[in-house]
C-alpha cells in the first residue's frame, strides 16, 4: 500500500482557519468511511483528533472537524491556536490485511 | 484509565534480533485489535503489523518475514519479536489499540530502536 498524499506544511495566523488535504485512492480513502486524524507535537505520541471521516473522540475541540469527498479527506482547524501547532497524520483503512495506510504528514505552523 | 507502556528498545546491531513488549492495564489485549506502529528519526508514522481478537496476524512489506506480533493473555501484553534487523529499521515503535473502525485509540509512549554497528 502506497502512503496517502498530504501536504508537507501548512500554516495560519492565530484565529485563522487552516485545511489539511490527504489524498488516497478508491482503495482506501475513497473506498470506506474509515479516515482517521492524529495529532502529534515533538517528542509525543500521536494523539487522535478525528475518528471515521468526522467524528471527534471527548476532549477534542469543536475547532477540529472532519470531511470527505471522493478520494481525498480533510482535517479542517478553526480559530487557530498556539497549542495547534504540530504535526499531523492522516490514515485509512485499507484492507483487513492492511489495516491501516498513513500520510506522509503535514506540519501545522501557527504564524 | 488506559494504558500502554513499551519497552524492550536499544541499540542493536544490523542483522541481531530484539524483543519489544506492549504491557497494557485498564484495557484487555486479547479483547481488541492491536498494532505496531513504527516512526524513523525525523520521518512519519508507518503501520506495522496487526494481531485481531480472533488471533490473525498481518505485517507490512517490509518487516514480512523478519517481525513477529503476539500477545500473552495472562501478562495482558503485546509483542513485536524482531529478527534481522536493519538500520532502515531504525524508529521509535508504537504500540496502539486499533478499533473495529480502523482508528488508534490508545497509544503508548514509543520505544526508540536503533539498528548500528
Known amino acids: 500500500q502506497s502512503a496517502l498524499t498530504q501536504p508537507p506544511s501548512a500554516s495560519g495566523s492565530p484565529g485563522q482557519s487552516v485545511t489539511i488535504s490527504c489524498t488516497g485512492t478508491?482503495?482506501?480513502?475513497?473506498?470506506?468511511?474509515?479516515v482517521s486524524w492524529y495529532q502529534q507535537h515533538p517528542g509525543k505520541a500521536p494523539k487522535l483528533m478525528i475518528y471515521?471521516?468526522?467524528k471527534r473522540p471527548s476532549g477534542v475541540p469543536d475547532r477540529f472537524s472532519g470531511s470527505k469527498s471522493g478520494n481525498t479527506a480533510s482535517l479542517t482547524v478553526s480559530g487557530l491556536q498556539a497549542e495547534d501547532e504540530a504535526d499531523y497524520y492522516c490514515?485509512?483503512?485499507?484492507?483487513?490485511?492492511?489495516?491501516?495506510?498513513f500520510g506522509g504528514g503535514t506540519k501545522l505552523t501557527v504564524l | 484509565e488506559v494504558q500502554l507502556v513499551e519497552s524492550g528498545g536499544g541499540l542493536i546491531q544490523p542483522g541481531g534480533s530484539l524483543r519489544l513488549s506492549c504491557a497494557a492495564s485498564?484495557?484487555?489485549?486479547?479483547?481488541?485489535?492491536m498494532s505496531w506502529v513504527r516512526q524513523a528519526p525525523g520521518k512519519g508514522l508507518e503501520w506495522v503489523s496487526v494481531?485481531?481478537?480472533?488471533?490473525?496476524?498481518y505485517y507490512a512489506d517490509s518487516v514480512k518475514g523478519r517481525f513477529t506480533i503476539s500477545r500473552d493473555n495472562s501478562k495482558n501484553t503485546l509483542y513485536l519479536q524482531m529478527n534481522s534487523l536493519r538500520a532502515e529499521d531504525t524508529a521509535v515503535y508504537y504500540c496502539?489499540?486499533?478499533?473495529?473502525?480502523?482508528?488508534?485509540?490508545?497509544w503508548g509512549q514509543g520505544t526508540l530502536v536503533t539498528v548500528s554497528s
Open positions: 494481531i485481531y481478537s480472533g488471533g490473525s496476524t
Open positions: 471515521e471521516v468526522s
Open positions: 490514515s485509512s483503512y485499507a484492507g483487513s490485511n492492511s489495516p491501516s495506510v
Open positions: 485498564g484495557f484487555t489485549v486479547s479483547s481488541n485489535y
Open positions: 478508491s482503495s482506501d480513502v475513497g473506498g470506506y468511511n474509515y
Open positions: 496502539a489499540s486499533l478499533s473495529q473502525t480502523a482508528y488508534y485509540g490508545y
